[in-house]
């Protein structure tokens, strides 16, 4: 794994964010105060269930939100410019494609049906690399390579219908990286993928990244997937990052109740014929105002200043912050449950091991 | 540390660390889900009641229609059918300008326009709401045992196909042949042709609807059909059929105009708006005449324009992706 | 729990859509069989027909050739009223999408109910209330939710509607139909230890049709794989997960993610070609190669997976 030091410069910064969306009449806050730094050359995989807001985010990044999303407060901070104050399409045209590119979860609806693939990556390429003609018909065939797909000069001339699943996604990544952009953002993108084809997805993700020098962001539920490619991890609740981290600190020293409660659900935490771990009832309600903490009602190891007062980043390490009281001297210590317990250790002695 | 709010500066630092016992967590209170108060009647409403001009024609429509109801017990109102006569000559008070005796004027034989005008709308309107109703009950049960039974659907293809090649003027003046030229006549006519339109298209969605997994689910469960185009299929299409329906109106009141131009109408001695811009043309030319055209015409324009706005307001207000 | 008793029995099921030039064999000669009271998981990617055979078995697919049996008696193709009755209150289906799977314009009510009013399953409508009430219960719903439409609710909890719905008819065999792929991951988790303990409280028996093996490992008792319309290995779930004999499986097995960076990176993923088998001369058969694991091979192949199963019994 790489060693993030802060000599690695800043490529983009999320501070203070509030988003806000006004839905019949009433206002959702879909982002409660986010702060987030983005280092060049990292992956970054943000971690959260429906509701939790991350794909809101990273929309937000890209100008995307939908006609009733607005920012409310904050800044982000790109290039030295506050891509807050965007407000026109031309100036988000300088972002989207150039410096932000972004893969999503379905390919069927992010390919044109009626053009053949050839020439919807040729007009990346033409219009992001200023490539024409021959050149550019070169540089498509060359990016068709890179994503690994095979018989490059025939397959420029198909269309979307004539690919599988995974070929489209390579397709989605071709047309991404066209645009030579710095930040990558992948808003699930295998989550509609069958799970050998889902692999081999994420090792040309992968592959791509260290290739093209790119930040990638991965959005995404699966935690298997997240094992795999990031190097660090930001967990969303209710809009709010409840702890991020390197990844093998989330994984294996994670702090937040929340942060538990997902890796103890895994089933391959589980043992048969016994209970998985699970979080009673449902995530909360966004058009009220939250007090305390958002993940208190479902919190069993809550203390009653959840109920109060939000909580603040305590710091776990250098590299590892988690939003929770628990970590408050005048908490009592409380350890993680049974399940997740040997699943430390276990991950421990791996990184004795390796 | 983070910033403590007021509430706990001033407490006691005592007071903190009673904070960080452990809470009780109410298991119930976290079942408790965010309970959307959406009612998708009541959103679209709200953004029917959104569109100014729609809710205007809407008042407008059920004036004109509450009116047309209540005209012939006015005081001083005239018989639509009478021939008055001019008391100073004695003759047919014939093409008398509006004037304060005849509201409307009168027309080329001597019948008072202002009770024939109220008299024809009621019959147009009466015809239109009796064709949308019939046609939408006809249209109805004939496209949801289209879409749904697969061993109809060839028969009732087969049907569709013929009755739909025919022209529809064909079968009007034969029906208007075989039968004395009445309301009825023409009610029958209208609804033998018009229920293709309506069959098709609650077909085209009872097919789209009729593989989803919700109705996989009550078949699994066991449901009848019937109970499933009932309690599954059809409160879906409400919404499309009050559309269709209310767009079928203006579209029956037009089609019994064209039918009085061609000589298949109403016969003269009742009302209607047909039978009234049919006399009304032929005087089109000379302009002191000209009234016995204009008025029906407008009563007839703004009933149209009302229903056709009316009706597409409301498919828009009740798309479920307009609600915000 | 007594697993020896047959309860479900698939033999040489053929499935196939469409006609003539444009027929697709989605079920190919598939044989298994499920015994009372055990968790029978179908693993399988898509395209593969696992849901095609759940909804054979719900009889809302035809069976174009073998037969389905249940309890002794066919329950594929024409069959008599009553027969037809009685199977659709023991055999229930929980559907995949909870967004889709509940009609949005009836209460939860009428929803829960649909069923018994179909069977007339119960005495009055006073009882009818109290199955429902006990049904919501059962779920970990609050019985005030039955006046609700469903659209009030997440995603966790439409879907315990809905295996509240099939669970109020009290049937025996449950399909369960990738019954968590659409929810949140940490509702997963509630959703399955809530089947978990409705299987053994009722003593029911599953068909859980699944594309996520380690949801297949946590909850299920012998697990079978298909592919493209033939099952290429069943046995016993732990001594599939342990020792899986045909390349698809172990292919499957070697991708899918584990939450272990430090294992994960490392580790190399087996891709499964079709074209290593040569079937043209030799077709393969489904048999059995230890006790309770049967595998899809012919005789060579068979023949190297025996001796590899003789090298590790000897190690």
Known sequence: MRILTQALSCILTIQNLVIKFSLRGRVLTAIRNISLDLYKGESMAIVGESGSGKSVLMKSIMGLLDKNGYIDQGQIMYNNWDLTQFNTEREWLAIRGKEVAMVTQDPMTSLNPLKTIGKQIEECVILHQSLKGKAAYIETLKLLKDVGIHDVEKRFRQYPHEFSGGMRQRIVIAIALACKPKILICDEPTTALDVTIQAQILQLLKHLQQKYELTTVYITHDLGVVAKVADRIAVMYAGDIIEIGKTHEIFFNAKHPYTWALISSLPQLGSKGEQLYSIKGTPPNLFQDIKGDAFAPRNPYALKIDFVERPPFFQVSDTHY????????????????EALQSFFEEGRRCAHES | MGMYSEEINNISHRSREALFEFAVTDERQAEETAYSNYSYWRSTWKSFLKNRIAIFLLVGVLMIVTFTILQPYLPAQKSPTEIYLDEQTGLQARNIAPNTEFWFGTNSIGQDLWSRIWAGTRTSLLIGCVVAIVEAIIGITIGTLWGFSRKLELPITQLYNIVDNIPTTIVLILMSYILRPSVSTIIIAMCITGWVEMARFIRNQIVILRDREYNLA???LGTPDYRIILKN???????????????????????????TYIGLGL??????????????????MSP???YQLIFPSIVLSVITIAFYIIGNSFADAADPKNHV | MSHKEILVEVKNLKIAFGKGKHKFMAINDVSFTIFKGE??????????????????MMRINDVTEGQIIYRGRNIHGKISKSWDREITQKIQMIFQDPMASLNERAKVDYIISEGLLNTKNYNNDADRQQRVRAALLNVGLLPDFSSRFPHEFSGGQRQRIGIARAFVMEPEFIIADEPISALDVSIRAQVLNLLANLQQQKNLTYLFIAHDLSVVRFITDRTAVIYKGRIVELAGTERLFSNPIHPYTRALLSAVPEPNPYKERNKIVEIYDPAQ??????????????????????EQEMAKYQASLQMEVHK
Request: hydrophobic share 45%; glycine share 8%; with cysteine.
């Open chain 3, 277 to 298: 088998h040569c079937y043209d001369r030799n077709p393969p058969t489904f048999k059995e190669v230890e006790e309770g694991h049967f595998v899809l091979a012919n």
């Open chain 2, 233 to 259: 299929l059809l409160p879906y299409l409400i919404s499309v059929i009050m559309l269709r329906m209310s767009l079928a109106i203006p579209f029956a009141i037009g089609a019994e105009v064209f039918l």
């Open chain 2, 218 to 220: 009550s078949k699994c």
């Open chain 1, 322 to 337: 988690a939003r929770t009281w628990l970590l408050d001297p005048l908490a009592p210590k409380v350890q993680p449950p």
């Open chain 2, 288 to 290: 002191e005449l000209r």
């Open chain 2, 267 to 284: 016969p003269i001695s009742e009302p209607s708006l047909g039978n009234l811009i049919n006399e009304g043309r032929v005087l089109m």
């Open chain 3, 39 to 56: 968790i029978f998981g179908l693993v399988g990617e898509s395209g593969s027909g696992k849901t095609t055979i759940g909804r054979a």
